[in-house]
């Protein structure tokens, strides 16, 4: 008997207006994978991720978590458990300290006053100071977030997932915004600490060298469609070259 795949993707087609944006789709994920979505801008990796996330309904097909179909589940709170979301933005709070930020991912379907109130239950403040060790920034603990770098920004973003600890994460171009070395600092970490949970991450990426440093599969995205999705080891020089190429030549 064989487990359920943590996701099942099956011809997901979706259409902005006239564009075609995903086009007959499917993809199937193992726990514990750890997935780079690469390919030209427009290809259609946010997409793909916002259906993930269930920010956005595909046109048609279906999709599967755990062997349930994504409406099976209702709340947000089951969502939650399941799926984390690294933000561009990070939505994290400048005026207060890091470790309320940290605690808003405690219980997503809390909302933020009573992730705050939740400071009262020390179980959940352990949770944080905990994560925040993980991630480097146990001495930033009580320091206003405001006050800390981009690369500091995005470890507290981890933390807050720590504590979050959902089974899928996604992430749309975390290190976009980040300088190389800070780019590679965050995503060894993301990869470190997803692969110590045996958490599976989905991440759409710039930098293909990334892509098959730190995840075990590439699925490059064209005009909506699958290029390729293969082993990270597998994939060769002359297939990135052709799926950056080829897009130029439209
Ligand atoms: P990527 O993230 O790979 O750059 P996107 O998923 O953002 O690609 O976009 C895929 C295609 O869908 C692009 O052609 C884009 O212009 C189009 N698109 C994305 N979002 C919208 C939208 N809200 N309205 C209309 N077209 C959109
Ligand atoms: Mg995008």
Redo the contacts with the bound molecule.
Sequence with gaps: MSLKPIILLHNISKT??R?I?LSSLSIVIEKGERIALI??????????LNILANIIPSDTGSFELNGLPIHQYLSNKRLAKKIGVIRQQFDLVGQLPVIHNVLAGRLGEWGFFKSIISLVFPQDKDLALAALERVGLGDKTYEKTSNLSGGELQRVALARLLVQHPEIILA?EPVASLDPARAEDILSMLAKLVKEENQTLIT?LHSVEYARQYFTRIIA?RD?SIYFDLPSKEVTDQMLSDLYYLKELE
């Design positions: 902005y207006e564009k944006a390919g030209p801008s427009g290809a259609g990796k946010t997409t793909l749309d759409s995205l909506g």
